[in-house]
């Protein structure tokens, strides 16, 4: 079995997968520091309780956003595993030529999701992440890395209007009934949910329309991507394990002998 670990932003996922089929999804939160007993007992009580024999995991594979937490991480997955994990960086096989001007600098979480696009739909594709940042990335009809477009998240924006506002309260997030909002829950409802989905249209439309192919698939992910991804048109498909599913395509590419 494979436990894959997406370190986030804001949560660390784990996914299990037995074979090509994800078993349960379980989350912590990532701004606390841990120590690497604390994320070892932490990953191994959890998938315990939900049915997971801890010996049967003979592979791992981590995908981070936030290096403070990997050290820590990594030693969890050595001690309480007796895994040496695959961690998604460079000179890892991926499958994926980044054709950018920079590729050190494209985050372990967009090349997994280029992957699992790329892999699981074909190309050309765009994959949209809702996550803590909101990305753009368009991968080519061969497989390439080739520009991506990165903007707030809905959380970000929700978080700083609440803080950086005096008046303003900490809401739900979700769309309002209407745009034409009667008070100040619903008016910022509106502003963050039809102001992505704004966004999210004009930013395909010109990645598009400026890359020149034709037939691009629209995939997006992430939390508050069905969010998204039910009120627009411009979403081919919504899949919300893409991130684990393209970690488990790239440790399948690894020669582990």
Request: proline share 4%.
């Amino acid at each position: 079995m494979l436990l894959a670990i997406d370190v986030g932003n804001t949560n660390i996922t784990l996914g299990v997968f037995d074979g090509d089929k994800l078993g349960g999804i379980h989350r912590m939160t990532t701004g606390i520091e841990r120590t690497s007993d604390e994320y070892g007992i932490f990953m191994t009580n959890i998938l315990a309780k939900n049915g997971v024999e801890v010996s049967n995991i003979d592979g791992c594979i981590i995908a981070s956003v936030v290096p403070k937490v990997m050290h820590s991480l990594t030693n969890a997955v050595v001690k309480y595993f007796h895994i040496e994990p695959v961690i998604v960086e460079a000179g890892v096989k991926t499958g994926i030529k980044i054709v950018t001007g920079n590729p050190h600098q494209i985050g372990a979480d967009r090349i997994v999701d280029a992957v699992g696009a790329y892999e699981l739909y074909g190309g050309p594709t765009l994959v949209l992440d809702f996550g803590t940042a909101t990305t753009y990335d368009l991968v080519g009809p061969e497989g390439s890395f080739e520009c991506g477009v990165t903007a707030p998240g809905i959380r970000i924006s929700a978080k700083a209007l609440w803080e950086d506002t005096a008046k303003l309260p900490e809401i739900e997030i979700k769309k309002p009934d209407s745009v034409l909002a009667k008070n100040t829950i619903t008016s910022m409802q509106a502003g963050l949910v039809f102001g992505q989905i704004g966004q999210t249209e004009y930013i395909v439309k010109k990645m598009i329309e400026e890359c020149g192919y034709e037939n691009v698939k629209v995939v997006a992910t992430g939390g508050l991507g069905r969010l998204i991804a039910e009120n627009t048109d411009c979403i081919d498909e919504y899949n919300p394990d893409l991130t684990l599913q393209g970690m488990r395509l790239i440790y399948e590419k690894q020669d582990r002998r």
